[in-house]
T-cell receptor, first 114, second 112 residues
Framework: AQTVTQSQPEMSVQEAETVTLSCTYD???????LFWYKQPPSRQMILVIR??????QNATENRFSVNFQKAAKSFSLKISDSQLGDTAMYFC???????????FGPGTRLSVLP | DTGVSQNPRHKITKRGQNVTFRCDPI?????LYWYRQTLGQGPEFLTY????????KSRLLSDRFSAERPKGSFSTLEIQRTEQGDSAMYLC??????????FGEGSRLTVL
């Protein structure tokens, strides 16, 4: 079974600065998918970025990028030029290629300070 | 594309009562998931449908919980004889073949 660990329960960053959220995804599979989801206060969860484990290149979506280190099972999210609207819970999730169950981490609460 | 819709958004019930939640997925998505989320925690997988077939159930899904997806369209999640420990946000998500989840806004259950 897969396990997802997020070791930072809470983080804060000044507006316009850069912050990195950590995640580890432990699985016995070689092919899998990794995701970062954002859940703003009292709002629905939305996808921020996804990464296929077989791809060498790290995914990037505008101000959001990932650093995927497969051997270390590490999947961190970097948010550049942080904005007040980035304040949210961030969940790391993974799905093995042949499974359909998405496993989520406990989340990191990010506060962007003005 | 109207997104994933869940009803009701909030439900307050007394212990021992039955409750039912409905989820309408994005129409072209054949996969539908139910998750439970308690305050400050990540979503916990409950069950998964591909079309009308329920392919996987978590051990969290006790025999008081039942989920259906008739005709592979909307889904219902019923909780019988509710307990205070059932209080949580129940999230529905649908997924296309590409595999990422699209979530609804959730149904919050409070059991008194």
């Amino acid at each position: 079974a897969q396990t997802v660990t997020q070791s930072q329960p809470e983080m804060s960053v000044q507006e316009a600065e850069t912050v990195t959220l950590s995640c580890t995804y432990d699985t016995s599979e070689n092919n899998y998918y990794l995701f970062w989801y954002k859940q703003p206060p009292s709002r629905q969860m939305i996808l921020v970025i996804r990464q296929e484990a077989y791809k060498q290149q790290n995914a990037t979506e505008n101000r959001f990028s990932v650093n995927f280190q497969k051997a270390a099972k590490s999947f961190s999210l970097k948010i550049s030029d942080s904005q007040l609207g980035d304040t949210a819970m961030y969940f790391c999730a993974g799905r093995d290629n042949y499974g359909q169950n998405f496993v989520f981490g406990p989340g990191t609460r990010l506060s962007v300070l003005p | 594309d109207t997104g994933v819709s869940q009803n009701p958004r909030h439900k307050i019930t007394k212990r021992g009562q039955n409750v039912t939640f409905r989820c309408d997925p994005i129409s072209e998505h054949n996969r539908l998931y139910w998750y439970r989320q308690t305050l400050g925690q990540g979503p916990e997988f409950l069950t998964y449908f591909q079309n009308e077939a329920q392919l996987e159930k978590s051990r969290l899904l006790s025999d008081r919980f039942s989920a259906e997806r008739p005709k592979g369209s909307f889904s219902t999640l019923e909780i019988q004889r509710t307990e205070q420990g059932d209080s949580a946000m129940y999230l529905c998500a649908s997924s296309p073949a590409t595999g990422e989840l699209f979530f609804g806004e959730g149904s919050r259950l409070t059991v008194l």
